[in-house]
């Protein structure tokens, strides 16, 4: 069973920036896929980026440029957001799975088993 905690969400305003960070129980480094999700109210929840186990990274249209997925070290994995936009605002949730994903799961829920309990980012305009 892996543990995600993520951190780092806050309320800032529109063109600003935050760090999100997700820290697991075991580690993660080359051998789990790892994603950032969001979910406003009201909405599905949507994948904005993915780091593949082999380090690869995949980014949502509507983040492109502006977030970025690193690993900074065996259990962290962060998520850089610049220039933030209102329609940002939302739950941001961790996932992780085992293993390398093919290219059509790795934006999808249905790709993950595990999931952190989020933390809200709120962008005002």
């Known amino acids: 069973q892996v543990q995600l905690v993520e951190s780092g969400g806050d309320s800032v305003q529109a063109g600003g920036s935050l760090r999100l960070s997700c820290v697991a129980s075991?580690?993660?480094?080359?051998?789990?896929?790892m994603a950032w999700f969001r979910q406003a109210p009201g909405k599905d929840r949507e994948g904005v980026a993915h780091?593949?186990?082999?380090?690869?990274t995949t980014y949502a249209d509507s983040v492109k440029g502006r977030f970025t997925i690193s690993q900074d070290n065996a259990k962290n994995t962060l998520l850089e957001m610049n220039s933030l936009k209102p329609e940002d605002t939302a739950m941001y949730y961790c996932?992780?799975?085992?293993?390398?994903?093919?290219?059509?799961?790795?934006?999808?829920?249905?790709?993950?088993?595990?999931w952190g309990q989020g933390t809200q980012v709120t962008v005002s305009s």
């Open positions: 996932a992780a799975v085992l293993g390398r994903l093919s290219w059509w799961k790795i934006l999808r829920v249905d790709g993950y088993n595990y």
């Open positions: 075991v580690n993660t480094y080359n051998r789990y896929s």
């Open positions: 780091m593949n186990s082999d380090g690869h």
